[in-house]
């Protein structure tokens, strides 16, 4: 029997079909004989008396979940998400690097920098890419700090915006589609396969009501594994292999009959009724993989 | 060796600029000199770019985000044996009030200040400390008791100008850690020395004789070659 702590913040269960998926987490684990505990920020300090880790609070390395991830590591235990797949997930510009030094097929990405962002790179990249672009903050997660532009005004604005936090930032092509697909990776195998859709009249899974604070997001339409392209799933497994062999959720687009990354996240969202729709076993697989 | 440098290090030594070494693919050693270690500032995507590369990098991207996390700082200075404090991360005043006591210390615990640390001496110096350092609560902070006098002082390559004792721990915090040039707090406790954080230096506050150090410190590792890491 092991003991895991998960790592959770209050926001974690606002929404109900996030709640019930982190319940079906405990209820596996307690069916399976293990204990599992709710860990929020002020049990940071018994994180010695577990066996294991599972954070499920957003994780970036600016974030308290990098502080617990990184000292499970140091203390010897299982964690997932582990502190490496944070630091290259949780930095946009880390990830489009390795997928360019691996040969992974990515949406044509080039970066720009704090220092030398001037209007002849500006050119230079609407005639490369065209028009619209989108401008990614490494930082980017739940599609935010990710916003197109169509010319050099919103560019210069949108780009000092981000620049405020990170001095690189990532440009790629825009390539409009229905949907994105996610794939879920543990241990270098599919968990799970979703399609994200793109909400009418939108071009990102979830997008901001124009003068509201609220997000629209797009349905999940869930797959069975078996019944998705190999293809997608072997670009998915690659992807991973180069970040590390935890949980992931692979965004991948399909161009035509070809599939392109569009990131690798860590902490993949796992909500009832979604991501767990097709795979119903996805709870117990990451459990046993957290006590393995 | 590769010397990358946000700091003009004078003719003596040659360096690349942090902006055209993350356009290039040099494949070598690189000495990463930068005041600013920060997460997500050109002094942390210079790291990440040369091991990206496969190049043998001081420091290394991990040590960068790290060293700014102050209890994972704490956490791997102990287990290398650095003398450090008991410390607590929460975000809530009453757990530390009941677990470390007055009078205390504070850090942040998000990397994006230059301010250090703040001392508490009572309860709404520490309602204050918690919530600008925890940025109005969204992070968690990290508390450590303060049972001396607090120094604070550069340490450029692990040496600095003060006395031996703090210069065995900035010594031994850069073996450890490899930041060459950061600001150390240091906690003196009777005759014993406890560290207690690391933060960046700000541009203006690396002087003419620690551009001296610099440079003395980049000839030696140069002639080190292949030696330079451990």
């Not at chain 2, 010397?3 to 050693?29: E, Q, R, Y």
């Not at chain 2, 000199?33 to 997460?39: F, H, S, T």
């Not at chain 2, 200075?77 to 410390?87: D, E, H, L, M, V």
């Not at chain 2, 073996?175 to 541009?203: N, S, T």
């Given at each position: 029997?092991?003991?895991?702590?998960?790592?959770?913040?209050?926001?974690?269960?606002?929404?109900?079909?996030?709640?019930?998926?982190?319940?079906?987490?405990?209820?596996?684990?307690?069916?399976?004989?293990?204990?599992?505990d709710?860990?929020?920020?002020?049990?940071?300090?018994?994180?010695?008396?577990?066996?294991?880790?599972?954070?499920?609070?957003?994780?970036?390395?600016?974030?308290?979940?990098?502080?617990?991830?990184?000292?499970?590591?140091?203390?010897?235990?299982?964690?997932?998400?582990?502190p490496?797949?944070?630091?290259?997930?949780?930095?946009?510009?880390?990830?489009?690097?390795?997928?360019?030094?691996?040969?992974?097929?990515h949406?044509?990405?080039?970066?720009?920098?704090?220092?030398?962002?001037?209007?002849?790179?500006?050119?230079?990249i609407?005639?490369?890419?065209?028009?619209?672009?989108?401008?990614?903050?490494?930082?980017?997660?739940?599609?935010?700090?990710?916003?197109?532009?169509?010319?050099?005004?919103?560019?210069?604005?949108?780009?000092?915006?981000?620049?405020?936090?990170?001095?690189?930032?990532?440009?790629?092509?825009?390539?409009?589609?229905?949907?994105?697909?996610?794939?879920?990776?543990?241990?270098?195998?599919?968990?799970?396969?979703?399609?994200?859709?793109?909400?009418?009249?939108?071009?990102?899974?979830?997008?901001?009501?124009?003068?509201?604070?609220?997000?629209?997001?797009?349905?999940t339409v869930?797959?069975?594994?078996?019944?998705?392209?190999?293809?997608?799933?072997n670009?998915a497994?690659?992807?991973?292999?180069?970040?590390?062999?935890?949980?992931?959720?692979?965004?991948?687009?399909?161009?035509?009959?070809?599939?392109?990354?569009?990131?690798?996240?860590?902490?993949?969202?796992?909500?009832?009724?979604?991501?767990?729709?097709?795979?119903?076993?996805?709870?117990?697989?990451?459990?046993?993989?957290?006590?393995d | 060796?590769?010397?990358?440098?946000?700091?003009?290090?004078?003719?003596?030594?040659?360096?690349?600029?942090?902006?055209?070494?993350?356009?290039s693919?040099?494949?070598?050693?690189?000495?990463?000199?930068?005041?600013?270690?920060?997460?997500?500032?050109?002094?942390?995507?210079?790291?990440?770019h040369?091991?990206?590369?496969?190049?043998?990098?001081?420091?290394?991207?991990?040590?960068?985000?790290?060293?700014?996390?102050?209890?994972?700082?704490?956490l791997?200075?102990?287990?290398?044996?650095?003398p450090?404090?008991?410390?607590?991360?929460?975000?809530?005043?009453?757990?530390?009030?009941?677990?470390?006591?007055?009078?205390?210390?504070?850090?942040?615990?998000?990397?994006?200040?230059?301010?250090?640390?703040?001392?508490?001496?009572?309860?709404?110096?520490?309602?204050?400390?918690?919530?600008?350092?925890?940025?109005?609560?969204?992070?968690?902070?990290?508390?450590?008791?303060?049972?001396?006098?607090?120094?604070?002082?550069?340490?450029?390559?692990?040496?600095?100008?003060?006395?031996?004792?703090?210069?065995?721990?900035?010594?031994?915090?850069?073996?450890?850690?490899?930041?060459?040039?950061c600001?150390?707090?240091?906690?003196?406790?009777?005759?014993?020395?406890?560290?207690?954080?690391?933060?960046?230096?700000?541009?203006?506050?690396?002087?003419?004789?620690?551009?001296?150090l610099?440079?003395?410190e980049?000839?030696?590792?140069?002639?080190?070659?292949?030696?330079?890491?451990?």
């Amino acid at each position: 029997m092991a003991s895991i702590a998960c790592f959770v913040e209050k926001y974690n269960f606002t929404d109900s079909r996030e709640d019930v998926a982190l319940q079906t987490f405990k209820h596996t684990a307690e069916e399976m004989g293990h204990e599992f505990d709710f860990m929020f920020r002020e049990g940071i300090s018994e994180i010695p008396k577990y066996d294991a880790v599972f954070i499920r609070a957003t994780t970036d390395p600016l974030y308290t979940s990098y502080v617990v991830s990184r000292t499970a590591s140091e203390l010897g235990l299982k964690v997932v998400d582990d502190p490496e797949s944070i630091q290259i997930c949780g930095n946009k510009i880390h990830q489009y690097l390795l997928f360019k030094k691996f040969n992974l097929p990515h949406i044509p990405t080039i970066f720009i920098n704090k220092e030398e962002f001037h209007h002849k790179q500006l050119l230079e990249i609407f005639r490369e890419f065209g028009k619209p672009v989108v401008i990614k903050a490494p930082y980017t997660s739940f599609s935010r700090y990710v916003e197109k532009v169509a010319c050099e005004t919103s560019f210069r604005e949108v780009a000092k915006r981000f620049f405020r936090k990170s001095d690189v930032l990532a440009v790629q092509e825009f390539v409009p589609t229905t949907f994105d697909w996610r794939v879920g990776v543990l241990n270098d195998k599919v968990l799970y396969v979703c399609k994200y859709m793109i909400p009418k009249g939108r071009w990102k899974h979830g997008a901001k009501l124009r003068g509201k604070p609220t997000f629209i997001w797009g349905r999940t339409v869930s797959l069975k594994v078996e019944n998705t392209p190999t293809e997608l799933q072997n670009l998915a497994l690659n992807a991973c292999k180069v970040i590390g062999h935890g949980l992931y959720g692979v965004d991948i687009k399909q161009v035509g009959d070809s599939y392109v990354l569009v990131e690798v996240n860590d902490n993949p969202s796992i909500y009832s009724g979604y991501e767990d729709l097709r795979s119903k076993d996805l709870y117990g697989k990451i459990i046993d993989f957290l006590v393995d | 060796m590769l010397v990358v440098s946000n700091i003009d290090l004078g003719t003596t030594t040659p360096s690349m600029k942090p902006s055209a070494f993350l356009k290039s693919s040099v494949k070598d050693l690189t000495l990463n000199l930068n005041n600013d270690y920060r997460y997500l500032k050109t002094g942390y995507y210079v790291s990440m770019h040369a091991e990206v590369l496969g190049n043998t990098v001081i420091p290394t991207s991990k040590s960068i985000i790290d060293v700014n996390r102050n209890p994972i700082l704490l956490l791997e200075a102990s287990k290398a044996g650095i003398p450090t404090n008991r410390y607590l991360v929460t975000s809530s005043v009453k757990k530390i009030m009941l677990e470390i006591g007055f009078p205390m210390i504070v850090f942040a615990v998000n990397p994006f200040s230059f301010d250090g640390y703040k001392v508490a001496k009572n309860r709404s110096a520490l309602y204050r400390a918690v919530k600008s350092l925890g940025m109005n609560y969204k992070f968690a902070v990290c508390a450590q008791p303060l049972r001396g006098n607090m120094v604070s002082f550069k340490a450029i390559f692990g040496k600095c100008q003060q006395d031996e004792q703090l210069g065995e721990i900035a010594g031994r915090v850069y073996e450890v850690f490899r930041i060459p040039i950061c600001k150390l707090h240091v906690q003196r406790v009777e005759e014993k020395a406890y560290l207690c954080g690391l933060q960046p230096l700000k541009k203006e506050e690396v002087l003419p004789a620690d551009l001296h150090l610099i440079s003395e410190e980049v000839a030696r590792l140069s002639l080190k070659g292949d030696r330079l890491v451990g």
